[in-house]
């Protein structure tokens, strides 16, 4: 089992310029997570899936969209990338909410916008 | 608010113990997850305690204290493997996970 995967690792952007993150997970687990992580804070959730075909907001949305159209994979978006959106992705996947079902992350992806 | 809160770094000397502090507040709370990072790598679960008291894991123990939103990572005979960021997480009402910005630990021979 791969587990989470992420594509592509790195990428440099100009502002105004968009993109579309892939996360897969060979693991059948009905929730996704996308996170941005910044120096000195913690991981900041931007959207998360519930299963198949459903989407919401996370604690810091704007400027990104996501779609699941299957269960396997998570899409995150960015229409006009700004450089305030330099950061590492985090895609996470876990089998259901709660407590005991931990969350299993991919190896991240290292955007610059410049 | 909610806010997570650890110290930002920590020095330890391999073979040793050291003990990384996590205080919380959230609004309501379902469990406290402890996670390491290794510097360029992906989160990886460390823990999980809900209620009070000490899981022992190998090397590695975490404690959770609700009354005083407090918890601690415990990390024994000390590896320089060990050298990475320890990240603490609340589970708040919404099931929604609330994250500290981590603690860097590192290891001298």
């Known amino acids: 089992n791969a587990g989470v995967t992420q594509t592509p690792k790195f990428r440099v952007l100009k502002t105004g310029q968009s993109m579309t993150l892939l996360c897969a997970q060979d693991m059948n687990h009905e929730y996704m997570y996308w996170y941005r992580q910044d120096p000195g804070m913690g991981l900041r959730l931007i959207h998360y899936?519930?299963?198949?075909?459903?989407?919401a907001k996370g604690e810091v949305p704007d400027g990104y969209n996501v779609s699941r159209l299957k269960k396997q994979n998570f899409l995150l978006g960015l229409e006009s990338a700004a450089p305030s959106q330099t950061s590492v992705y985090f895609c996470?996947?876990?089998?259901?909410?709660?407590?005991?079902?931990?969350?299993?992350f991919g190896p991240g992806t290292r955007l610059t916008v410049l | 608010g909610q806010n997570i809160d650890q110290p930002t770094e920590m020095t330890a000397t391999e073979g040793a113990i050291v003990q990384i502090n996590c205080t919380y507040q959230t609004s309501g709370f379902n469990g406290l997850f402890w996670y390491q990072q290794h510097a360029g790598e992906a989160p990886t679960f460390l823990s999980y305690?809900?209620l009070d008291g000490l899981e022992e894991k190998g090397r590695f123990s975490s404690f959770l204290s609700r009354s005083k939103g407090y918890s601690y990572l415990l990390l024994k005979e000390l590896q320089m493997k060990d050298s990475a960021s320890y990240l603490c997480a609340a589970l708040d009402s919404n099931y929604q996970l609330i994250w500290g910005a981590g603690t860097k630990l590192i290891i001298k021979p």
């Open positions: 996470a996947s876990s089998l259901a909410e709660g407590g005991y079902n931990e969350q299993f």
């Open positions: 305690n809900v």
């Open positions: 899936s519930v299963g198949e075909g459903t989407t």
